[in-house]
């Protein structure tokens, strides 16, 4: 299996853009997490999903965050409109959502707000 | 709040020691629990996973939980430089992780 597939590898853009970031997970998997990493924060977790449907959103940091998964094999975390505070690393991963958890990371996507 | 707490390091050890990393949490419902490695630049990857009191041992990786104490460590033997990393832990009922601690082995 190629793993978890993120598109783009490397984003960057000016404040107030709209940014979409995209996720494929490993096939068969059935949970899929989004997460953000600075420094500062660490590892957060945004949103994740369980058979497409989103379960838990508290840690979208605002309204300007959205994420769908429209599909099993696809999901999207957009951000409008964006702004420097939201540069970091953006990782997807996926689980076959049992309560083992165990979680298999993208590449990341580093995003950087001008 | 559940948290899941790190020590930041970095923790230096030299090549061929032991390694010992922890991790505290604070929420009693967690019933499993990862440790994963990152590279700088890379993405988290699974080192170990342990769900019951006592230890895991795989190669030379230790895990150890004990929930009454609400702990986990991960002890790593014969520390290689190439262990050098960030290792993150993680309690997966509530899908936290703790900031991680930066580990550095040299040679």
């Known amino acids: 299996d190629a793993g978890v597939i993120q598109s783009p590898r490397h984003e960057v853009t000016e404040m107030g853009q709209e940014v979409t970031l995209r996720c494929k997970p490993i096939s068969g998997h059935n949970s899929l997490f989004w997460y953000r990493q600075t420094m500062m924060r660490g590892l957060e977790l945004l949103i994740y999903?369980?058979?497409?449907?989103?379960?838990?959103d508290s840690g979208m940091p605002e309204d300007r965050f959205s994420a769908k998964m429209p599909n099993a094999s696809f999901s999207t975390l957009k951000i409008q409109p964006s702004e420097p505070r939201d540069s970091a690393v953006y990782f997807c991963a996926s689980s076959t959502g049992t309560d083992k958890n165990i979680q298999y990371f993208g590449a990341g996507t580093r995003l950087s707000v001008l | 709040q559940k948290e899941v707490e790190q020590n930041s390091g970095p923790l230096s050890v030299p090549e061929g020691a032991i390694a010992s990393l922890n991790c505290t949490y604070s929420?009693?419902?967690?019933?499993?629990f990862f440790w994963y490695r990152q590279y700088s630049g890379k993405s988290p990857e699974l080192i170990m996973f342990i769900y019951s009191n006592g230890d895991k041992e795989d190669g030379r990786f230790t895990a150890q939980l004990n929930k009454a104490s609400q702990y986990v460590s991960l002890l790593i033997r014969d520390s290689q430089p190439s262990d050098s990393a960030t290792y993150l832990c993680a309690a997966a009922y509530a899908l936290n992780f703790g900031k991680g601690t930066s580990l550095l082995v040299t040679p």
């Open positions: 929420d009693r419902g967690s019933q499993s």
């Open positions: 999903f369980n058979n497409n449907v989103p379960i838990d």
